[in-house]
């Protein structure tokens, strides 16, 4: 039997947490002898884009090449799953725990009526348990279930692929259960960051809190993510505040992220924000508050004013790397 990862794209660009769930599939699927198969929605513009999934694991790909499934719509992606899942005879299926497999997931798995996992961070032990967070990341859970077909979402920055040079076998594939008749929801406007690397797949993030003040203060952050090629964040007081975007904001109710490197600006360090970051490599705190809880979850720590020592830090970074 095959394992199924749900491989999400963007205009014929593999998303890197898609890339990771393949390798972790791949992984899972070498030590049971099972194919790892990777199912595209909608159409691609660039076809070896396909072909290539077999350097992250995917013996097959099977191609979903509809034009009503090029925006992504968590109830008609299930559908879509359902029916081929249950065509392929399957038992499991993957997705990353990014934004879209944390809203397909569920569905998926109502609709399948499968047992669900979420945020897991390991390959099962010999009892078959898999490890996640829980408790805001303060503790590990082993879980184990219990159904027969299981939807797995795997916690983005967890495992890095290692590509090797295989090619997947691709085919088309169409439903015959699900049409366009059935989407409801029609994308009018995206809006896209230019130029900035996506949060979940940075692997620097600096990020700022409620201690700078206003987002009039935000160019230092701004400049100090620029000098080391890093994506910018924020805590969730200051999304709620306007003063950054929403989807800046980590933490429990927000992203979660695990960059090797998470530089926390006057954030108090909250468990609902640390939810989110510390699964970070390397956590350094820039606090005035030397009881601030951050310290606690730091690798580094430095006691001061932001504005005083941000602006230091960035002089030196572009000094060491020879910026002018
Ligand atoms: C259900 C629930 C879910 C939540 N989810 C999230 C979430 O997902 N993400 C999240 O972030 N929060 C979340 N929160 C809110 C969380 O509890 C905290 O209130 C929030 O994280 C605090 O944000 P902050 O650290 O930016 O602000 P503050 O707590 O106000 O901390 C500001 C920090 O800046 C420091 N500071 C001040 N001035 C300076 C200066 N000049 N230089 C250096 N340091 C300075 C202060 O010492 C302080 O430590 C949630 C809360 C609840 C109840």
């Given at each position: ?20 769930t393949l ?17 595209v ?12 999934l ?17 925006d ?35 569905y ?176 350094v ?36 790397k020879?910026?002018?």
């Amino acid at each position: 039997m095959a394992i199924f990862v749900f491989a999400d794209q963007h205009q014929g660009t593999f998303k890197k947490a898609a890339l990771e769930t393949l390798f972790y599939a791949s992984q899972l699927a070498s030590s049971r002898q099972q194919e790892v198969v990777a199912v595209v929605m909608g159409e691609i513009n660039q076809p070896r884009a396909l072909a290539d999934l077999g350097k992250y694991g995917a013996r097959r790909v099977l191609h979903v090449d509809a034009a009503w499934l090029n925006d992504f719509d968590a109830r008609l992606y299930a559908l879509v799953l359902k029916e081929m899942l249950n065509q392929y005879a399957a038992d499991r299926c993957l997705m990353p725990h990014d934004f879209n497999g944390r809203a397909l997931a569920p569905y998926l798995a109502a609709q399948w009526q499968a047992g669900l996992l979420t945020g897991i961070v390991s390959l099962p032990d010999d009892k078959d348990c898999y490890q996640k967070q829980v408790f805001s990341g303060k503790a590990t859970a082993w879980i184990k279930l219990q159904t027969e077909r299981q939807v797995l979402t795997l916690l983005p920055n967890t495992f890095t692929p290692q590509p090797g040079d295989s090619q997947a076998q691709v085919e088309r594939w169409q439903p015959t259960q699900v049409s366009a008749q059935q989407k409801r929801i029609q994308l009018k406007e995206v809006q896209t960051t230019q130029g900035r690397v996506p949060l979940t797949e940075a692997s620097i993030i600096v990020s700022g809190g409620r201690g700078l003040k206003g987002p009039e203060n935000w160019g230092m952050i701004e400049q100090l993510a620029e000098v080391l090629g890093a994506a910018t964040a924020c805590s969730r007081p200051v999304a709620d505040a306007g003063w950054r975007p929403h989807h800046e904001h980590v933490g429990q109710t927000g992203l979660t992220v695990r960059p090797n490197l998470y530089i926390a600006i006057g954030i108090s360090g909250a468990i609902q924000h640390l939810a989110g970051v510390n699964g970070s490599k390397y956590i350094v705190v820039i606090n005035k508050d030397p009881e601030a809880p951050f310290f606690q979850a730091a690798d580094y720590g430095i006691v001061g004013d932001a504005f005083e020592v941000v602006p230091r830090l960035i002089e030196a970074i572009k000094k060491y790397k020879g910026i002018s």
